[in-house]
């Protein structure tokens, strides 16, 4: 294929990938009324209750419920047309990595979703504490709650794609066990600042949960990258 063919193929995956994340977010804005009551769960009983400050904060909250549930609902979509992308250049033995690594993608990146959404209740619970003495918390803004809920979801779905990243490098020969364990402490530096940018909000312990698990992530696929290439 020449150049022009790879840029027109890869024009239509994008389109493929926009009308899956639309027709998902879709979806998504009109379950937008019980993801809120599930993203509210959090907030701890009776203490605080979310209001709307401006006419059209309810439907921008709605659109950005409706976006995150569309991108996390096409993920699938989205790797398998990334897959499709790269299949002509791999080999056969690289084909047969592709679906178990694709099916290990979206499981983790479900799991990390569900450990952000278990995070939330301790890192509001650090934040709220910080409010000086006859200041009114018992009020949180809506937009700035959900995006804070989704952005920490967001950030730990992500973060469990770390070890496919690994692992492909590895198998196409980027990588290696001897690479990774000799800069052990770069990867933890890296892990930690990710871990602290990632996370909104600046508490402590949705990062510093963030960073034990993906540190626990890193040394699990080191051993299996051992056994890939040494």
Same mark, same amino acid.
């Given at each position: 294929?020449?150049?022009?063919?790879?840029?027109?193929?890869?024009?239509?995956?994008?389109?493929?990938?926009?009308?899956?994340?639309?027709?998902?977010?879709?979806?998504?804005?009109?379950?937008?009324?019980?993801?809120?009551?599930?993203?509210?769960?959090?907030?701890?009983? #009776?203490?605080?209750?979310?209001?709307?400050?401006?006419? #059209?904060?309810?439907?921008? +909250?709605?659109?950005?419920?409706?976006?995150?549930?569309?991108?996390?609902?096409?993920?699938?979509?989205?790797?398998?047309?990334?897959?499709?992308?790269?299949?002509?250049?791999?080999?056969?033995?690289?084909?047969?990595?592709?679906?178990?690594?694709?099916?290990?993608?979206?499981?983790?990146? #479900?799991?990390?979703?569900?450990?952000?959404?278990?995070?939330?209740?301790?890192?509001?619970?650090?934040?709220?504490?910080?409010?000086?003495?006859?200041?009114?918390?018992?009020?949180?803004?809506?937009?700035?709650?959900?995006?804070? +809920?989704?952005?920490?979801?967001?950030?730990?779905?992500?973060?469990?794609?770390?070890?496919?990243?690994?692992?492909?490098?590895?198998?196409? #020969?980027?990588?290696?066990?001897?690479?990774?364990?000799?800069?052990?402490?770069?990867?933890?530096?890296?892990?930690?600042?990710?871990?602290?940018?990632?996370?909104?909000?600046?508490?402590?312990?949705?990062?510093?949960?963030?960073?034990?698990?993906?540190?626990?992530?890193?040394?699990?696929?080191?051993?299996?990258?051992?056994?890939?290439?040494?």
């Amino acid at each position: 294929m020449s150049l022009v063919e790879h840029l027109e193929e890869l024009r239509s995956r994008i389109i493929v990938v926009a009308i899956s994340v639309v027709v998902a977010g879709i979806l998504g804005f009109f379950l937008s009324e019980p993801i809120l009551e599930l993203l509210r769960v959090p907030l701890p009983d #009776g203490e605080y209750r979310l209001i709307q400050l401006t006419i #059209g904060e309810a439907l921008a +909250v709605r659109l950005k419920i409706a976006l995150y549930v569309g991108i996390a609902l096409s993920v699938p979509i989205i790797l398998y047309e990334v897959w499709r992308f790269v299949t002509p250049g791999l080999t056969r033995p690289e084909r047969r990595l592709i679906w178990p690594l694709l099916i290990a993608s979206i499981g983790l990146f #479900g799991l990390g979703v569900v450990l952000g959404y278990l995070v939330i209740p301790y890192a509001l619970a650090f934040l709220l504490s910080l409010t000086p003495t006859g200041i009114d918390s018992s009020m949180l803004r809506l937009s700035e709650y959900v995006s804070f +809920v989704l952005a920490i979801m967001l950030a730990f779905g992500l973060a469990f794609q770390f070890p496919v990243l690994l692992l492909i490098g590895a198998r196409v #020969g980027i990588l290696n066990y001897r690479f990774l364990s000799a800069r052990r402490r770069w990867a933890i530096l890296a892990i930690v600042l990710f871990a602290i940018i990632a996370t909104p909000g600046g508490d402590p312990t949705s990062s510093a949960v963030l960073s034990l698990v993906m540190y626990a992530l890193f040394e699990g696929t080191l051993q299996i990258v051992r056994t890939l290439r040494p």
